[in-house]
């Protein structure tokens, strides 16, 4: 089996560490990976506003050209050793879906591998990061009157995501599928949201996209797993929806941690 890390992030995430790009490619080698996807952060789309405090879910569009050149010195660096490849992971914002295929448009044939996620949930006039804090998401689910309601609208986004057309540029793998339950040891769901997943997984097999197994709920101190779940996950390799191992990295230390759940999922 390849050994493949599809989610990493760089030092041109404002929100993450200083770690150079060879740090995290020397980091890759030692742990014996075949193939990685750097996916940075993507600018966010024309005249959408950042909502987090601090402005820094994503790099700046002034970045994007250092980011291209950057990584394209280092597939000539280490082209005999291990395969890189540029990606970004792009936010799907509803509402902003004509400026994301623009970017893609524009930008796309750089890309070798991405990644679609969702962060931004719109709660009537204001756009919120779902994952920015445990207070912020304590806000959303007032704001909504229910736990159950803000699931619901992070899932009905996430599948808008799956069958909205963004261009043949279009990221072909969706990002953290499960990301509303980042703080779930503070907010339990107790409600069945399986058939938001059928539905998803149903999308995904007829766009003939690919789901990012993502670890990084694993560190996170009000999760403790992975997105998505494991019952997900093995739906998705029942319907023959290729799972691509993700660190989600914001550090070199974070490139291949826990790969052995999705050694062990890819086994059972």
């Known amino acids: 089996m390849r050994k493949i890390d599809g989610h990493i992030h760089t030092p041109f995430c404002p929100h993450g560490t200083g770690d150079t790009l060879e740090k995290y490619v020397e980091k890759a080698i030692e742990e014996n990976f075949h193939e990685i996807t750097f996916t940075e952060h993507a600018p ?7 909502p987090t405090p601090l402005r820094d879910s994503s790099m ?11 990584i394209e010195r280092l597939k000539e660096k280490y082209q005999n050793r291990i395969i890189i490849n540029i990606g970004l992971e792009v ?15 524009q930008y796309g044939s750089f890309l070798t591998d991405s990644i679609l996620s969702v962060h931004f949930i719109k709660l009537d006039d204001q756009y919120f990061c779902i994952d920015y804090d445990e207070v912020t998401f304590g806000e959303m689910v007032k704001r909504v009157g229910s736990l159950e309601k803000l699931h619901r609208l992070y899932y009905e986004a996430v599948l808008t995501s799956v069958n909205t057309d963004l261009g043949k540029y ?3 793998r969706i990002g ?9 040891k503070l907010f339990p769901v107790h409600f069945d949201f399986s058939n938001s997943i059928q539905t998803i ?3 995904i097999v007829r766009e003939e996209m690919q789901i990012d197994y993502n670890v990084a ?13 494991n019952w997900i996950a093995h739906l998705a390799i029942q319907k ?3 799972l691509v191992y993700g660190s989600d990295a914001h550090s070199a230390r974070d490139l291949g941690m826990n790969y052995q759940a999705y050694k062990e999922l890819e086994l059972s």
């Open 44 to 50: 966010l789309p024309k005249g959408f506003v950042d």
């Open 60 to 70: 700046s569009l002034e970045k994007l050209a250092d980011y291209f050149q950057s």
């Open 91 to 105: 936010d799907f914002i509803r509402g902003y879906e004509d400026e994301i295929t623009g970017f893609l448009n």
């Open 170 to 172: 279009k990221p072909k």
């Open 176 to 184: 953290h599928l499960t990301l509303a339950h980042k703080f779930q």
């Open 201 to 203: 997984l149903q999308a």
């Open 217 to 229: 709920g694993l560190r996170k101190e009000f999760c403790g797993e992975t997105y998505p779940q």
């Open 240 to 242: 023959k929806i290729p």
